[in-house]
């Protein structure tokens, strides 16, 4: 049996949160585009090798990574960072509970530059999160401020993080999400070389538990087969100095 090295706890990247020997950090360029795209990342998720907020701070040019950190010792409420927002925008906060996106998707329709903020924590934690921006549009709307909208994704197609079950097959990761979003906005360039990221992280997570035949099922349904192969190759043959 293929020996898992995560398992065994050998160190981890500060970067990609996996083992020197596949470390994905500077295999694929940074993506660049214009949306602003903040994510709010529960501060037990931050460091789960599984977290894909933490893989679309460091793959994406100009995201921004905020921590929720409630302390259950506090009587203190938690609050959001108050550099979630970015002033000027208008901002979507995508939840499965959100409202559905409509036509508004075309930059015609929005008066201002879009933010997407998005939730990575399991359900509870994104749920407790959603309680402070639901909270966040309601003082928004009251001062007149620019409103704060959560919105949701249309249905797709199951979600590909085969490294951590999804509460329903139809909830996506916070990268796919944000994959799905670029695509609505017709950010086709970004939505691509941004999925190629994931789909990365996740092959080589898979990889570092030992599970060989799960990653190579996973590649057959890829696209990194044909975008990357020689990182790919790189990647199977590499041992850390």
């Given at each position: 049996?293929?020996?898992?090295?995560?398992?065994a706890?050998?160190?981890r990247?500060?970067?990609?949160r996996?083992?020197?020997?596949?470390?994905?950090?500077?295999?694929?360029?940074?993506v660049?585009?214009?949306l602003a795209?903040?994510?709010?990342i529960?501060?037990?998720?931050?460091?789960?090798?599984s977290?894909t907020?933490?893989?679309?701070?460091?793959?994406?040019?100009?995201?921004?990574?905020h921590?929720?950190?409630?302390d259950?010792?506090?009587?203190?409420?938690p609050?959001?960072p108050?550099?979630?927002?970015?002033?000027?925008?208008?901002?979507?906060v995508?939840?499965?509970?959100?409202?559905?996106i409509?036509?508004?998707?075309?930059?015609?329709c929005?008066p201002?530059p879009?933010?997407?903020?998005l939730?990575?924590g399991?359900w509870?934690?994104?749920?407790?999160?959603?309680?402070?921006v639901n909270?966040?549009a309601a003082?928004?709307a009251?001062e007149?401020?620019?409103p704060?909208?959560?919105?949701?994704?249309p249905?797709?197609?199951p979600?590909?993080?085969w490294?951590?079950?999804a509460?329903a097959?139809?909830?996506?990761?916070?990268?796919?999400?944000?994959?799905?979003?670029?695509?609505?906005?017709e950010?086709?360039s970004?939505?691509?070389?941004?999925?190629?990221?994931f789909?990365?992280?996740?092959?080589?997570?898979?990889?570092?538990?030992?599970?060989?035949a799960?990653a190579?099922?996973?590649?057959r349904?890829?696209?990194?087969?044909a975008?990357?192969?020689?990182?790919?190759?790189a990647?199977?043959?590499?041992?850390p100095?």
């Amino acid at each position: 049996m293929a020996r898992s090295v995560v398992l065994a706890g050998t160190g981890r990247c500060d970067g990609c949160r996996l083992p020197p020997r596949w470390c994905v950090c500077g295999a694929l360029p940074k993506v660049d585009t214009d949306l602003a795209v903040d994510i709010l990342i529960h501060r037990r998720e931050q460091w789960r090798p599984s977290s894909t907020g933490s893989l679309l701070a460091r793959a994406l040019c100009g995201a921004r990574l905020h921590v929720h950190r409630p302390d259950p010792s506090s009587r203190v409420s938690p609050v959001l960072p108050a550099t979630l927002f970015r002033p000027g925008h208008e901002y979507w906060v995508l939840h499965p509970q959100g409202e559905p996106i409509g036509a508004e998707t075309r930059p015609a329709c929005r008066p201002r530059p879009l933010e997407v903020v998005l939730l990575d924590g399991n359900w509870r934690e994104a749920g407790e999160m959603l309680r402070l921006v639901n909270a966040a549009a309601a003082t928004a709307a009251r001062e007149g401020a620019a409103p704060i909208r959560v919105v949701r994704l249309p249905a797709s197609a199951p979600g590909r993080l085969w490294i951590r079950e999804a509460p329903a097959p139809e909830q996506l990761s916070t990268a796919e999400a944000c994959v799905a979003i670029l695509d609505l906005l017709e950010l086709a360039s970004a939505a691509e070389q941004l999925r190629l990221h994931f789909e990365l992280h996740v092959w080589a997570t898979l990889r570092a538990r030992g599970k060989v035949a799960r990653a190579e099922a996973f590649l057959r349904e890829s696209p990194l087969p044909a975008a990357i192969p020689a990182t790919l190759a790189a990647l199977e043959t590499r041992r850390p100095a």
